[in-house]
Structure formats: structure tokens, C-alpha cells
């Protein structure tokens, strides 16, 4: 009987080999470096003291150049030092925990949506299936407005939600870190949807009194990757103002006066997936900060696909046939979503991966370019650049694409997926939630780091990558201290109701 092979791509051998390629380039300066270093000190060895002293006096060093020297090694020091971008620190951030009493439950969603939508079997039944499917658990929340039935989004009832998910964050981590709202410098409010007058931001200026010469942003209409878009100012404006704080509030408010009450099914689903919650963030770049704060700030990379239509136009707020206002989510999303992550992938993968990834990313094109345009391309590892990933948990759809395009264990995307299955869709606030949970499993060490992954509407894919600053004791507070044991969950492909 023949020989059976062995599968050689999967072999444990073949993985200490490519274990010894990455070990081998990524400290090839050091392996190149050892051996001059060891030459020198056995010619210094070989040497006597004798020689050694006339080497040193036949230099013939003359005071004034040693000092003009080192005058000069002292300006450029100094200019180099001085152009250096400034550390930015992530101090702390906090989550919005909402009440049990906003809990809605996949029978009370149901039975609202078949009051809402009587007469309308089509709908109930197409809302029915998007939640078996949805990776969404039983504890998700909505504010009290979405509880009456026909649910009531007034202008008031909006600012209540914005007033109770901002401020909880706020207050939770002004007492975590002990700062005072006056030593607050930089606001940043971001919430797509709701935009009153005045501001999200002035609201907050108003609640906490803070400075009159605070600088004040509220970016709205950008979608779920907004609160990368906030980080990304906030560190611009932190390079300018030296020993300042950064305040930067993430929310998203269901309680918009555009949501969505009509039939038309690409419009149902943000009803759907999205769920109520809210994070706040203390950014600094003090330099007494670097000891107690949890996280550096290495990089943002934004990638922006509006110049394309169908990009532009795949989360597009519009009135449907009946004039009912609500958020249309193309069928081309995921395809959309895919092209901007791969523009996005290719600017932040120089950053980040190490020299083995890039050599063979490079030999993969070159490769296709001369050879065979047919090889298939290489995906980088970015498992070797990274410990642990937030993917913005939009959906299952959002999840399983990004799970398979950069080839991530399950493991991976445990953050993520229980994030989604807990508190749904919030937006913005959502890679907070998972950051929240990496912590409450005590997972989070000095030196981790974090990639953090948004999309937005426009369209837009934005990056984050953080690396962790001390070794983070597992909280007892926060949005997961009463459910943290349970997790993870198994989430089964569909939920039959």
C-alpha cells in the first residue's frame, strides 16, 4: 500500500521553521551585531594597557573641538527631542452600564414589533430572522423611549438618553480618576444621529462647568468609527497644547427624532442591532501621566472611501416611500466594508508588522508582478504584531468578515462576539465595551498591543492601535462586573423564536 504523505502545510515541523524565519529576521541587527561586538572586545582584550594609552594619546584630542563637539551633539539632541511628537496617554475610560429596566428580550422586541407593524406580517417575520441571526443576547438595552409602543423619539426624550448615558460615563470616571472637571482642557462629543442646539459638547460644558476657554468639539453624522475620529483629533490637538487634558465622550442616541418607524427592510435593521451605551475616555499628554496611565497611543490610520458613490452612499439617512425618516444600509456593506479595511490594512500594516511579515509580503508581490500573476497573495500575520483585537462589534456579518480576511482565531474575536451578544450595537462606544472586557478577564499585560478596527458611514475604516503601559489589575467595577464569570457564551448560528 502506498506511502500515506504527511500534510506538510499543517505540519508541526513546517511551523518551527517559519517560528525560526520570523525569530531569525526579526533580530537580524542583533545576530549581525554580536559578532562585531565580540571582535572589538577580544582585539580591546589582546591589547595591553600600554597600547591601549597610546592609542588614546595619539588621538591628539584638542579642548576646544572636544567642546564645539559637544556643544553641537547638545543642539541636535535638543532639536531632535523638541520635534519628537508627544507621548499621548489613555489615563482611563469608563462605559456606560444602562439598567435592567431598559433590558429588552428577544420576546419583548417581538411582541412590540408585531404591535408596531400590525397588518404587516413581511416586516415582523424579516426583523424575526435578522435576530435569530444577529449574535444579540437577551440583555441588551434600549432607552425608555423605544419601551412605549408606538415607540415615542422626541426631541426631550433624546436629550434625557444623552444626559443619562453621558454623564454616567463621565461621573464613573471622574471618580476612578480623581480629576477635577476644571483641569479639563479638551472636549470631544461624537454622536451620529442626535445633533441638538445647543451642542452634546456644550451640554456637557454646562453640567460640569467646566472653563470658558475650554476647547470644545461635537462631531456628528460620522458614523460608528466616529470615536477613533474623536481619538485622532484629540491627539492633533494634544501635540499643540502641551500639559493638557483630553475629554472624549463617544455615544450614540436611539432617541433620535429619525428613528426609523416605517416597513421598508434595509431601514429596520439598524432597529434591530443597535442598542443603547456610552463611553468616556481621559486622554493626557503630561509627562507625570506615563506612570499611572494604561495605555500609550502608537498609532490612528483613517481611511476614507466617499470619493466612491456606492461607498458614499451604503449608510445613507433618507425618507422612505412614505416619507418616514430612518438610516437605508446597502446590500453592498460587507463588500464596501471589505475594500475599505484593505485600504486601511495597507497603511497601517508598515507600521506595525515586523520585518519577517513585510519580506514576505514583499517577495509574495514581486513575485506576482514578474513571475505569475496568479499566485495567491500574501495576507500578513497580524497576529504577530498584535496581542489583542477590537473589531467594531456592527454585526455578526461584520465580525465573521474581518475574522476570516485577517485570519483570526476564535480567541480573537471573543471581545468582540461577547460584546455584541452583551450590549449589541452601541456605536462608536462599542470597541470601549471590548477593551473593557480584555481587562475584566484579566488578560491586559504591560507591553500588550491593542488594534483597535471601526467602520463608519461616508465610508469609512479607522485604526487604532494602543500598547499597554502597566500590567491592568482585573477591575471590580465597570460594564461587566456582574456578568464577567459567564462569559464566554456560546452563540449558536441561529436562535429560534
Not at 12 to 38: A, E, T
Not at 132 to 143: A, D, F, H, Q
Request: charged share 20%; net charge positive.
Amino acid at each position: 500500500m502506498a506511502e500515506i504523505l504527511p500534510n506538510f502545510s499543517t505540519s508541526v515541523k513546517l511551523n518551527y521553521v517559519k517560528l525560526g524565519y520570523q525569530y531569525l529576521v526579526n533580530h537580524i541587527l542583533s545576530f549581525l551585531l554580536i559578532p562585531i561586538v565580540l571582535r572589538l572586545l577580544l582585539e580591546v582584550l589582546r591589547l595591553g594597557p600600554e597600547e591601549i594609552l597610546l592609542l588614546w594619546n595619539s588621538l591628539n584630542f584638542d579642548l576646544i573641538q572636544v567642546l564645539c563637539s559637544s556643544f553641537l551633539f547638545i543642539i541636535i539632541a535638543t532639536v531632535y527631542f523638541m520635534s519628537m511628537p508627544k507621548s499621548i496617554y489613555l489615563v482611563e475610560f469608563s462605559c456606560y452600564k444602562p439598567p435592567v429596566a431598559c433590558r429588552v428580550p428577544f420576546s419583548t422586541f417581538m411582541e412590540h414589533s408585531r404591535l408596531i407593524h400590525k397588518g404587516n406580517k413581511k416586516s415582523v417575520d424579516f426583523q424575526m430572522r435578522i435576530l435569530e441571526r444577529s449574535g444579540l443576547g437577551e440583555e441588551t438595552c434600549v432607552p425608555p423611549a423605544m419601551h412605549y409602543i408606538p415607540p415615542m423619539p422626541t426631541t426631550g426624550a433624546a436629550r434625557a438618553e444623552a444626559e443619562t448615558t453621558t454623564f454616567s460615563a463621565i461621573d464613573s470616571l471622574m471618580e476612578k480618576t480623581g480629576i477635577n472637571p476644571k483641569d479639563i482642557d479638551i472636549l470631544i462629543v461624537n454622536c451620529s444621529l442626535f445633533s441638538p442646539t445647543p451642542s452634546l459638547s456644550a451640554m456637557v460644558v454646562n453640567k460640569y462647568k467646566l472653563r470658558s476657554n475650554i476647547k470644545s468639539f461635537n462631531l456628528s453624522g460620522m458614523g460608528c468609527s466616529a470615536g477613533l475620529i474623536s481619538i485622532d483629533l484629540a491627539r492633533d490637538l494634544l501635540q499643540v497644547h502641551h500639559n493638557s487634558y483630553a475629554l472624549v465622550v463617544s455615544a450614540e442616541i436611539l432617541t433620535s427624532p429619525n428613528y426609523y418607524k416605517g416597513s421598508e427592510r434595509a431601514m429596520l435593521l439598524p432597529n434591530c442591532l443597535f442598542r443603547m451605551g456610552g463611553a468616556a475616555i481621559l486622554l493626557s499628554n503630561k509627562w507625570r501621566d506615563s506612570a499611572r496611565a494604561k495605555y500609550k497611543l502608537v498609532h490612528v490610520v483613517r481611511t476614507h472611501k466617499g470619493a466612491d458613490d456606492k461607498a458614499y452612499r451604503c449608510v445613507y439617512e433618507e425618507e422612505d416611500k412614505e416619507g418616514k425618516v430612518g438610516i437605508n444600509l446597502s446590500k453592498d456593506l460587507m463588500v464596501i466594508a471589505g475594500e475599505a479595511l484593505k485600504s486601511n490594512i495597507t497603511s497601517i500594516g508598515p507600521l506595525v508588522l515586523p520585518a519577517s511579515e513585510k519580506l514576505l509580503f514583499l517577495f509574495t508581490l514581486i513575485g506576482r508582478k514578474m513571475f505569475n500573476s496568479k499566485w495567491k497573495p500574501y495576507i500578513p500575520d497580524f497576529k504577530q504584531a498584535f496581542e489583542h483585537f477590537c473589531i467594531h462589534a456592527g454585526g455578526r456579518a461584520v465580525i465573521d468578515e474581518l475574522q476570516k480576511n485577517l485570519q483570526l482565531s476564535a480567541d480573537h474575536v471573543e471581545a468582540s462576539r461577547m460584546t455584541l451578544h452583551r450590549f449589541g450595537n452601541t456605536s462608536s462606544s462599542s470597541l470601549w465595551y471590548e477593551m473593557s472586557y480584555i481587562e475584566a478577564k484579566g488578560r491586559m499585560k504591560k507591553g500588550d498591543r491593542v488594534w483597535q478596527i471601526a467602520f463608519g458611514s461616508g465610508f469609512k475604516c479607522n485604526s487604532a492601535v494602543w500598547k499597554c503601559n502597566r500590567s491592568i489589575k482585573t477591575p471590580t467595577d465597570g460594564p461587566w462586573q456582574d456578568c464577567i464569570d459567564r462569559y464566554p457564551v456560546h452563540i449558536p448560528e441561529i436562535v429560534k423564536l
